[in-house]
């Protein structure tokens, strides 16, 4: 069970650098109401955070000493919230950031969504949305007979509010606005940050379409819709003007291009997604939540600044299966400010599992970063990792029940993950090594040209994996560091 060697246990906090253990300090280190330290050292807090997400399993005294192992000499590094928030007794999430619910254009479901912001920044959570679904400013509102305030009269609610609400007790909120390039205050949301002192709590996107991006390409007009009334005309590359002129004098609004996103997300066919978490890597659907976690490539580098350096690969193999259930882990273990994050993060458990380190890891190898040799290097990495980011969930490497189980998780209805746009434009990236792992988990057929060269039982070798010399039967998977038939148990070490 022990996937990741344990280490000689010895106190690392002593030799950071002051600027680390300062950080640690203030963000990372658990402490008492009264301000006295909980956490003596770096070491009890990696035990703190392994203990608390052992708890999701059977064995959890095992598991805590492999998740241990994996904290240790900072080879793993969960997100802040989980650092900061795992195994303390106050209601936080181990969640960085989420995206928001869909926000009706009427007055009191405005405020009851400005309710749910506080109360997951309270948690320690930052917050995304979609301002396009309120109307714009000057629209009637015929209930009461008046003119609508518009998008950004509520954005400055929610950034007061968000200015007020300190998250987890610790740190001020984060939040991430978007708006449609179609929608009529699309030029005001623009040059919003015009004013220096105003939405200053908010990083601002605009969702750019492939209809928008077309019309600038030819240079057409472009209507500015809400409820299906177009209320004015504008330029398409005047507003592509506003857009760049903007973001190069006060950095603010970025672009989403939101059809590639949405086109390119592996559940495409059962949610939307119109906006991203606050710092804008993570595009999510309503209720959506971010968990992240990096591995640390510097560690992983044997025998650096010498001929023989390289990344020791199954170091990397063990240590991104066990960060893998780390973070799935988490998922069961945090805590959550609404029902709806948790409905959403437990039916579509959402990890993000990352890298940190590369350009020391490239340097130790010899590498100098941006080169052409450091950037294959790096994508050789991005693939291995990969490759073993797919077997989330997998049991013991068994590679059949790795596809049984994202299947069940991500394709209920079959058919429609190995459809959509990302699966086969990661083949194109990475190339044949993501294919032909992709081929023996079944999430991709093989190609005609491979039909028509392969014999049907290397065929079935490959799609299947390769056959029981026993029984003839597919499913060899390993157990225990040896091949074995799931159907008749042989096995290659007996």
Known sequence: MNMISATPSRSIGATLPAISQQIWDEKYRLKAPTGEPIDLTVEDSWRRVARALAMAESDSAQWEETFYSALEDFKFLPGGRILAGAGVSRRVTLFNCFVMGTIEDDLDAIFSHLREAALTMQHGGGIGYDFSTLRPKGALVKGVGADASGPLSFMDVWNSMCGTIMSAGTRRGAMMATMRCDHPDIEAFVAAKADKTRLRNFNLSV????????????????????????????????????????????????????????????????????????????????????????????????????????????????????????????????????????????????????????????????????????????????????????????????????????????????????????????????????????????????????VAHASAEHLLAR???????????????????????????WSKCS
């Not at 379409?209 to 030819?218: I, L, S, Y």
Request: proline share 6%.
């Open 463 to 489: 799609t299947l994996g390769p056959l029981c010399p026993k029984c003839s039967q597919p499913g060899l998977i390993k157990k225990d560091g040896c091949l074995t038939c799931r159907h008749c148990g």
């Open 207 to 450: 969702l750019v379409t492939d209809a928008f991006m077309a019309a600038v390409d030819a240079d057409r007009d472009w209507p500015l819709v809400f409820g299906g009334e177009v209320y004015r005309t504008i330029w398409a590359r005047d507003l592509w003007d506003q857009i760049m002129r903007a973001n190069y004098n006060y950095a603010d609004p970025g672009v989403i291009f939101i059809d590639r996103i949405n086109a390119r997300n592996n559940l495409y066919y059962c949610e939307t997604i119109a906006a991203t978490n606050p710092c804008g890597e993570q595009p999510l659907p309503p209720y959506g939540a971010c968990l992240l976690g990096s591995i640390n490539l510097a560690k992983l580098v044997r025998d650096p600044f010498t001929e023989r350096a390289h990344l020791d690969e199954d170091s990397l193999a063990r240590l991104a299966a066990v960060a893998v259930r780390m973070l799935d882990n988490t998922i069961d273990v945090s805590e959550f400010a609404l029902p709806e994050q948790r409905e959403e993060a437990l039916a579509k458990r959402r990890i993000g599992l990352g890298v940190t380190g590369v350009a020391d890891a490239l340097a130790m190898c010899r590498l100098t970063y941006g080169t052409p040799e450091a950037a294959a290097m790096a994508a050789a990495w991005v693939v291995a990792l990969t490759r073993m980011i797919s077997a989330v969930f997998r049991r013991g490497g068994d590679v059949a029940f790795v596809a049984e189980e994202l299947k069940a998780v991500f394709d209920p209805r079959g058919g429609h993950w190995s459809e959509g746009r990302y699966v086969p434009s990661l083949v194109a990236a990475f190339g044949s090594i993501i294919e032909r792992h992709m081929i023996d988990i079944g999430f991709l057929a093989p190609s005609e040209a491979i």
